[in-house]
């Protein structure tokens, strides 16, 4: 591969794994205004329908994200085989410094976007299934 091939590919995986953050945070929204606006007041069956929907849409996106790690990763094994670069850069997020205590920026990333999705799905699941809302009697 050349070196304009593998910048290209690079390219194109990055605005994947862009779109597919940026769906999966759109799943979320959508979520929570659907929790706001009618599931608060929804049967069990409704609640447990609607997060299962949920749970199969953000797993899709969490393998596709996998995958696409690892493309990302191909591209790094087929730039570290290039012997000198135009651009002179000498990887893509495979250094380690000392401040991620050993992780490399791909791993340490990765482990931040898992623990932010484990955060709010926790987050919605308790929201869906234990918090009680507010009664929203309104004064004539």
């Known amino acids: 591969m050349t070196e304009g091939e593998i910048l290209s590919i690079?390219?194109?995986?990055?605005?994947?794994?862009?779109?597919?953050?940026?769906v999966s945070f759109g799943m979320i929204s959508a979520y929570i205004v659907g929790?706001?606006?009618?599931?608060?007041?929804?049967?069990?069956?409704?609640?447990?329908?609607a997060f299962l929907l949920l749970s199969c849409g953000l797993a899709f996106m969490g393998v596709l994200t996998g995958g696409l790690n690892a493309l990302l990763l191909?591209?790094?094994?087929?730039?570290?085989?290039?012997?000198?670069?135009?651009?002179e850069i000498p990887s893509f997020g495979s250094e380690r410094p000392d401040f991620l205590y050993g992780l490399s920026l791909y791993e340490a990333s990765a482990a931040l976007g898992c623990v932010a999705f484990l955060a709010i799905y926790a987050a919605l699941f308790f929201i869906t299934f234990f918090y009680r809302w507010a009664d929203e009697t309104e004064p004539d």
């Open 10 to 22: 690079r390219n194109e995986l990055i605005a994947l794994v862009v779109s597919v953050v940026s």
């Open 74 to 87: 191909g591209t790094e094994r087929a730039w570290s085989k290039l012997d000198k670069t135009s651009v």
């Open 35 to 49: 929790l706001w606006l009618f599931l608060k007041k929804a049967p069990v069956v409704l609640r447990l329908l």
